[in-house]
């Protein structure tokens, strides 16, 4: 589950039930949380939701459909509704955790590839940051937002996620501009 803020409404994802034997969640929704505690669902069919990011002029919400190999984008209305969803970038990954950057960018951690992409949209790749492990989610931080930090950890496949293994990294690296948006 995930979740991201805007003007006091915080939207949260998170995968259903599994439909079949063999999988593993099935399809997600997006629900908005408004300040005076109301919940609703805004958005549904998402193919497992994942990260999520808000613009800095709060009229667009980014999500990472991981097993849709894409990022997602919606309308934000100024009740918190979501419209007009679009594909943002078509990946040749499986986005995780998400950021956004001042030129408009979006970064995603993607576990089995063990890599942070840099996309703009339309998916056209700006860098990429290998790891040696899983790349479960990204954030830039820093007194000047401008250090990639990265949480990593060795992926072993959905029926191992419960582990004594202590293979968890945070890892950062400069990055070419600041993070914008929400979270933040």
Not at 7 to 30: D, K
Not at 63 to 71: D, K, Q, W, Y
Not at 159 to 183: D, N, Q
């Amino acid at each position: 589950m995930r979740s991201s803020s805007t003007g006091g409404n915080i939207y949260v994802n998170g995968g259903g039930p599994a439909p079949a034997a063999g999988q593993h969640f099935g399809p997600g929704t997006i629900v908005l949380v408004t300040p005076d505690g109301a919940v609703r669902q805004v958005a549904d069919t998402i193919a497992f939701a994942n990260g999520m990011a808000v613009t800095p002029d709060n009229k667009t919400l980014i999500i990472a459909e991981s097993h849709a190999n894409r990022l997602s984008a919606f309308d934000i209305a100024a009740d918190g509704s979501l419209s007009n969803r679009r594909t943002w970038a078509d990946l040749d990954g499986y986005p995780d955790g998400i950021c956004l950057d001042a030129d408009g960018a979006v970064w995603y951690a993607d576990v089995p590839n063990k890599h942070c992409v840099r996309v703009r949209e339309g998916g056209d790749v700006l860098q990429t940051v290998t790891a040696d492990r899983g790349c479960f989610a990204c954030m830039l931080g820093a007194a000047d937002r401008k250090t990639l930090f990265i949480t990593a950890a060795e992926w072993r496949g959905f029926e191992h996620m419960t582990s004594e293994a202590r293979t968890g990294k945070v890892l950062g690296i400069k990055a070419p501009a600041p993070g914008v948006g929400w979270p933040g």
